[in-house]
């Protein structure tokens, strides 16, 4: 299991729906920013676009489980689960730092991808000790 990357967000006005909390979609947008974060910080992206190549979302779940409001500080806990041939899984959780509540937990599929011929390609060894997840069978 890789370690855990935290990334701390400020919710902004302009993320309230008309329901007046975090519109849902949202989370989905900070799952992305949280995740090209943690690979910026590890060098994975680097080490992508070294390659010619690019992360892309197959799948993503969440479930939602409390408001979130304008102003609340959120930790999203995020990390690399499993690394297979061609994807990896990301798993994250989204905590209210005020009163510990766990807003939402979700998980990505993401699919590398050449960017000359946009077909999957084999996740290097190089990528994989960034995270340092455990392998697991052929996606």
Same mark, same amino acid.
Request: aromatic content about 8%; glycine content about 6%.
């Given at each position: ?31 992305? %920013? ?7 910080? /590890?060098? &994975?992206?680097? =080490?992508?676009? +070294?390659?010619?190549?690019?992360? *892309? ?14 102003? %609340? ?7 690399? /689960?499993? &690394?297979?041939? =061609?994807?990896? +899984?990301?798993?994250?959780?989204? *905590? ?44």
């Amino acid at each position: 299991m890789s370690l855990m990357y935290m990334y701390k967000l400020i919710v902004p006005e302009d993320a309230i729906d008309a329901n007046g909390h975090v519109n849902n979609v949202v989370f989905v947008q900070w799952m992305q %920013d949280a995740a090209i974060a943690h690979a910026d910080a /590890v060098g &994975c992206t680097e =080490v992508t676009k +070294r390659m010619g190549a690019t992360w *892309v979302v197959r799948r993503h779940t969440i479930e939602y489980r409390k408001e979130a409001f304008a102003g %609340d500080h959120v930790e999203v806990r995020t990390q690399v /689960v499993d &690394c297979r041939r =061609v994807s990896s +899984r990301r798993q994250y959780e989204f *905590v209210r730092e005020s009163d510990g509540a766990v807003l939402a937990r979700g998980e990505t599929d993401w699919v590398l991808i050449n960017l000359e011929k946009f077909e999957p390609i084999t996740i290097s060894d190089e990528i994989k000790v960034l995270f340092n997840p455990p392998v697991e069978g052929n996606a």
